[in-house]
T-cell receptor, first 109, second 117 residues
């Protein structure tokens, strides 16, 4: 079966760095997405990785290792507004998105 | 950037009635539109995938006669919840995949919160 695993909840301090991991087992791979979702709102796109390596976009970076079925989202200089759920999703061989359950990130002052 | 709108943003209806939710891609053409449902504190659950001009493909466990999807054009898809019941109360989100290029990114609408009383 297809499976996406990510931690249920993480807590970090304002101004610090946090890494949210995602491991996956899917039938085929056409890219991995990270989305941010604030409570009661639709997800917003953060990053897309299809090749191995690190993609940096401002305070957010995303890493992919296809051989290990592993990705992480790195958030630097955390701000209170970063408190949200972070969803990892993998596009399988049918170009369908397989979603992880999401990681709720709590930022403390 | 690509924008997807949904209408209405929230709706309250009585049990047994039907509700239609519209999803529009405002500045691009969408080959494929997706409908998701999200219950509180849970992840997105894909309900169905629709391609313009063809029948929607429903995920296992989703009743196609209850959740009617129409994708009449490259910019509009509708989801109709027929004979709604309180257990259908949820956050319904659509997303659209752009027609051009190699991009498979999905652009999400703002969601529609349905409450069935």
């Amino acid at each position: 079966g297809q499976n996406i695993d990510q931690p249920t909840e993480m807590t970090a301090t304002e101004g610090a760095i946090v890494q949210i991991n995602c491991t996956y087992q899917t039938s085929g791979f056409n890219g991995l997405f990270w989305y941010q979702q604030h409570a009661g709102e639709a997800p917003t796109f953060l990053s897309y990785n299809v090749l191995d390596g690190l993609e940096e976009k401002g305070r957010f970076s995303s890493f992919l290792s296809r051989s290990k079925g592993y990705s992480y989202l790195l958030l630097k200089e955390l701000q209170m507004k970063d408190s949200a759920s972070y969803l990892c999703a993998v596009m399988d061989s049918n170009y369908q998105l397989i979603w992880g359950a999401g990681t709720k990130l709590i930022i403390k002052p | 950037g690509a924008v997807v709108s949904q209408h209405p943003s929230w709706v309250i209806c009585k049990s047994g009635t039907s509700v239609k939710i519209e999803c529009r891609s405002l500045d691009f053409q969408a080959t494929t539109m997706f409908w998701y449902r999200q219950f509180p504190k849970q992840s997105l659950m894909l309900m169905a995938t629709s391609n313009e001009g063809s029948k929607a493909t429903y995920e296992q466990g989703v009743e196609k006669d209850k959740f009617l999807i129409n994708h009449a054009s490259l910019t509009l898809s509708t989801l109709t919840v027929t004979s709604a019941h309180p257990e259908d109360s949820s956050f319904y989100i659509c997303s659209a995949r752009e027609l051009a290029g190699d991009s498979y990114e999905q652009y999400f609408g703002p969601g529609t919160r349905l409450t069935v009383t």
